[in-house]
């Protein structure tokens, strides 16, 4: 039973919401319950009653009780997956009225020119110019023409539009057009209506700053209100304390604040896995992690070094950039639901999409016709039949059936070899997406723990982990819900972004510095808004450099005034990811980033006694293992029974609250002090760090 007052976090993914609520004692409640993509709302008063039934409270008294909710949600991603934003008119500097569409040209397969751009999200109808001009420093050239402002607020409105986008030239530098174009569109518009490009995204880059704004005026309609909506429900049944909301940037944030630029939840959710990973680097000893978090829909990867996960200002959400500070999350379309199927030359694929939480896999009999990789794995028998994840109950041969009526029926594959084969491209997709955020970057994999999350991740983890050479794999107990549980032991985050371009030196710095105290002054007023329980803001300073006529800069750490070492880490990032520098070369100021934070109550670690043992399995079952071993009666374990010190060698599968656990053959677990599991695996990695 939680002990009031206690704290949710409610992730709504793809196929399940999940839920986590800590109590003052540090006690812990998951639930994991269907998600509801055409109503979130719904969606999360289901969980929420979900888990006020398990305690036995009304859902007044849960929320009653409740001194901080912090929710994750994919509604401004799927608005613009779905297509579904707002219309939105944008007012351009004359000479740019298609930026958006002219774009920058970059493809990130550079010899594939045949896919074409996604469609542009403002038509051109809708995309006026006003005269004005500012140059790259911001001095004003023109003045802003005000009748070309308030001829196109007349055109906006007589055709029905939603919202405003205003992305004058050079606007970084000097916010003052835009800000008196934002004063005249005031008389037909509300503010919260009008989002410009200063303010959104102070970007040098028209396109990229362009871009994002108009992204935040799309997705603003449902994001907004939905927020709006959803606080004032919680309130009507009893939430007292604060709705909070998982930034892109890994930090929580205000309703309010998000009004104000809702591009910045647009990782809403994965981003959670900073305050997740940074829980497990205490726990696991370690603080070079790459998370696996793989649910029903995707799979996000995050790398952490050095205790700290790498952070971006670009997101690519289905070909539309947004430059908003953000976690360095990479996203695939793999997932449990992800179909299978025979292409033309009679090869198995997998995905990208997936059966969703409705209809589902085919085993979860609601519908699903097309087999999935929950399939492939149930039929392997790392899945057992029967309920699972509290709601469902997993019907094996409903799975075999469609693996034969898909693979056995046309190639003459038998469910078992096809299930196998889907299986093993999964294990396939998801090594490469662990080596696009790790070695393609320059870092040594087998320096790295794995750590397996989400329902899904920790069936395929220890073969991947093999397959990269890492030598560990790390399962949290809360695998299963852990965006949620991070959601829990993340700090208040705002970020503001000054672009300034000048050579850097030390003149430069000192300057930066004055720049950097005014904006820790404007983040302390808005953070101490959240209240006096938490901690004192703490500031970070990074600064974007560059060699001299680059167009991509690198993000360095501003931790003392030494010119010398901001140099020296720079040029070492640099040789890190592209094998060289150019030391003689003039380096360039592109931006200065300041980040202010405070932290609240985390997640308290609790250490148990460690008595070492061999655990009997509760069962045995048939099971694939792997293509050389075949089928072999394998071990089953309850996880509920493990406790610290328990010892056991694979392969073995066991059924956890939130997740389920394979290892192969030779691979060894042990539960740590923490209660979590520790993946020693068969072929350790070669010349790196245990």
Same mark, same amino acid.
């Given at each position: 039973?939680?002990?009031?007052?206690?704290?949710?976090?409610?992730?709504?993914?793809?196929?399940?919401?999940?839920?986590?609520?800590?109590?003052?004692?540090?006690?812990?409640?998951?639930?994991?319950?269907? %998600?509801?993509?055409?109503?979130?709302?719904?969606?999360? !008063?289901?969980?929420?009653?979900?888990?006020?039934?398990?305690?036995?409270?009304?859902?007044?008294?849960?929320?009653?009780?409740?001194?901080?909710?912090?929710?994750?949600?994919?509604?401004?991603?799927?608005?613009?997956?779905?297509?579904?934003?707002?219309?939105?008119?944008?007012?351009?500097?004359?000479?740019?009225?298609?930026?958006?569409? =002219?774009?920058?040209?970059?493809?990130?397969?550079?010899?594939?020119?045949?896919?074409?751009?996604?469609?542009?999200?403002?038509?051109?109808?809708?995309?006026?110019?006003?005269?004005?001009?500012?140059?790259?420093?911001?001095?004003?050239?023109?003045?802003?023409?005000?009748?070309?402002?308030?001829?196109?607020?007349?055109?906006?409105?007589?055709?029905?539009?939603?919202?405003?986008?205003?992305?004058?030239?050079?606007?970084?530098?000097?916010?003052?057009?835009?800000?008196?174009?934002?004063?005249?569109?005031?008389?037909?518009?509300?503010?919260?209506? =009008?989002? $410009?490009?200063?303010?959104?995204?102070?970007?040098?880059?028209?396109?990229?700053?362009?871009?994002?704004?108009?992204?935040?005026?799309?997705?603003?309609?449902?994001?907004?209100?939905?927020?709006?909506?959803?606080?004032?429900?919680?309130?009507?049944?009893?939430?007292?304390?604060?709705?909070?909301?998982?930034?892109?940037?890994?930090?929580?944030?205000?309703?309010?604040?998000?009004?104000?630029?809702?591009?910045?939840?647009?990782? %809403?959710?994965?981003?959670?896995?900073?305050?997740?990973?940074?829980?497990?680097?205490?726990?696991?000893?370690?603080?070079?992690?790459?998370?696996?978090?793989?649910?029903?829909?995707? $799979?996000?990867?995050?790398?952490?070094?050095?205790?700290?996960?790498?952070?971006?200002?670009? =997101?690519?959400?289905?070909?539309?950039?947004?430059?908003?500070?953000?976690?360095?999350?990479?996203?695939?379309?793999?997932?449990?639901?992800?179909?299978?199927?025979?292409?033309?030359?009679?090869?198995?694929?997998?995905?990208?999409?997936?059966?969703? %939480? !409705?209809?589902?896999?085919?085993?979860?009999?609601?519908?699903?016709?097309?087999?999935?990789?929950?399939?492939?794995?149930?039929?392997?028998?790392?899945?057992?039949?029967?309920?699972?994840?509290?709601?469902?109950?997993?019907?094996?041969?409903?799975?075999?059936?469609?693996?034969?009526?898909?693979?056995?029926?046309?190639?003459?594959?038998?469910?078992?070899?096809?299930?196998?084969?889907?299986?093993e491209l999964m294990d396939q997709n998801l090594r490469h997406a662990v080596e696009h955020v790790s070695a393609e970057r320059g870092f040594d994999l087998r320096n790295f723990t794995l750590v397996a999350v989400g329902g899904a991740g920790a069936l395929h983890a220890s073969s991947v982990g093999r397959s990269l050479g890492c030598s560990t794999v790390y399962i949290p107990r809360l695998a299963g819900v852990f965006c949620a549980f991070g959601m829990?032991?993340?700090?208040?985050?705002?970020?503001?972004?000054?672009?300034?371009?000048?050579?850097?030196?030390?003149?430069?710095?000192?300057?930066?510095?004055?720049?950097?105290?005014?904006?820790?002054?404007?983040?302390?007023?808005?953070?101490?808004?959240?209240?006096?329980?938490?901690?004192?803001?703490?500031?970070?300073?990074?600064?974007?450099?560059?060699?001299?006529?680059?167009?991509?800069?690198?993000?360095?750490?501003?931790?003392?005034?030494?010119?010398?070492?901001?140099?020296?880490?720079?040029?070492?990032?640099?040789?890190?990811?592209?094998?060289h520098a150019h030391k003689h070369s003039p380096i360039m100021t592109c931006a200065l980033r300041v980040s202010g934070a405070r932290q609240f109550p985390g997640v308290s670690i609790q250490k148990m006694s460690v008595a070492e043992y061999v655990p009997p399995s509760s069962s045995k079952r048939r099971i694939v293992v792997s293509r050389e071993v075949g089928a072999a009666d394998v071990d089953i374990y309850e996880g509920s029974e493990l406790r610290?010190?328990?010892?056991?060698?694979?392969?073995?599968?066991?059924?956890?609250?939130?997740?389920?656990?394979?290892?192969?053959?030779?691979?060894?677990?042990?539960?740590?002090?923490?209660?979590?599991?520790?993946?020693?695996?068969?072929?350790?990695?070669?010349?790196?760090?245990?």
């Open positions: 039973m939680l002990v009031a007052p206690w704290r949710i976090g409610i992730d709504i993914g793809g196929t399940f919401s999940d839920v986590v609520a800590i109590d003052t004692n540090g006690h812990i409640e998951v639930l994991k319950s269907p %998600s509801k993509p055409d109503d979130p709302t719904a969606g999360v !008063m289901a969980a929420l009653e979900g888990l006020a039934r398990r305690l036995g409270l009304a859902t007044k008294d849960l929320l009653n009780g409740c001194s901080m909710l912090v929710h994750g949600s994919t509604i401004a991603t799927n608005t613009v997956l779905e297509g579904k934003g707002a219309k939105v008119g944008l007012l351009t500097t004359k000479g740019f009225r298609d930026t958006l569409e =002219i774009r920058r040209g970059i493809r990130e397969e550079p010899w594939n020119h045949r896919p074409p751009f996604p469609k542009v999200l403002v038509p051109r109808r809708w995309r006026l110019p006003v005269g004005g001009r500012l140059d790259r420093d911001g001095r004003e050239l023109a003045a802003l023409d005000e009748r070309d402002v308030k001829t196109a607020s007349a055109a906006f409105k007589a055709a029905g539009l939603d919202c405003v986008a205003v992305s004058f030239l050079h606007s970084y530098a000097n916010g003052a057009q835009e800000r008196r174009a934002m004063e005249i569109l005031g008389a037909d518009w509300d503010l919260d209506a =009008i989002f $410009c490009s200063h303010e959104i995204s102070p970007y040098a880059g028209e396109y990229g700053r362009t871009s994002s704004t108009v992204l935040a005026a799309y997705v603003s309609r449902r994001v907004v209100p939905y927020l709006r909506s959803l606080e004032g429900i919680l309130r009507q049944n009893g939430l007292f304390g604060p709705l909070l909301l998982i930034q892109s940037n890994g930090g929580i944030s205000s309703v309010d604040e998000i009004a104000r630029n809702p591009a910045c939840l647009l990782l %809403s959710g994965p981003a959670a896995q900073v305050g997740a990973l940074r829980h497990v680097a205490a726990t696991a000893g370690t603080e070079n992690l790459i998370s696996l978090e793989m649910g029903g829909t995707s $799979c996000d990867l995050a790398l952490m070094e050095g205790g700290r996960v790498h952070s971006t200002d670009r =997101i690519d959400i289905a070909g539309y950039l947004a430059l908003v500070p953000s976690v360095d999350i990479h996203s695939v379309s793999a997932g449990g639901g992800s179909i299978a199927r025979l292409d033309a030359g009679g090869m198995v694929t997998l995905g990208p999409d997936g059966a969703g %939480s !409705m209809p589902g896999p085919v085993c979860y009999r609601r519908g699903g016709q097309n087999p999935t990789n929950t399939d492939a794995q149930l039929v392997l028998g790392r899945l057992a039949p029967g309920p699972f994840a509290g709601t469902l109950d997993l019907d094996d041969q409903a799975a075999r059936d469609a693996l034969q009526r898909v693979y056995g029926d046309t190639v003459g594959l038998a469910p078992e070899a096809a299930a196998l084969g889907v299986v829990l032991n993340s700090d208040v985050r705002l970020d503001e972004v000054r672009t300034i371009r000048r050579p850097f030196n030390q003149a430069a710095l000192e300057d930066l510095q004055h720049v950097a105290h005014e904006l820790e002054i404007a983040l302390r007023a808005r953070l101490m808004a959240y209240g006096e329980t938490g901690s004192h803001p703490v500031f970070s300073r990074h600064i974007d450099l560059n060699y001299l006529d680059q167009q991509s800069q690198l993000s360095i750490e501003w931790t003392d005034n030494n010119i010398e070492s901001i140099i020296k880490a720079y040029e070492e990032r640099y040789i890190l990811l592209y094998g610290p010190g328990a010892r056991l060698i694979g392969p073995a599968v066991i059924n956890d609250l939130t997740t389920t656990v394979f290892i192969g053959k030779g691979d060894k677990l042990e539960v740590d002090a923490t209660n979590n599991f520790v993946v020693r695996l068969a072929v350790p990695a070669q010349g790196g760090k245990a």
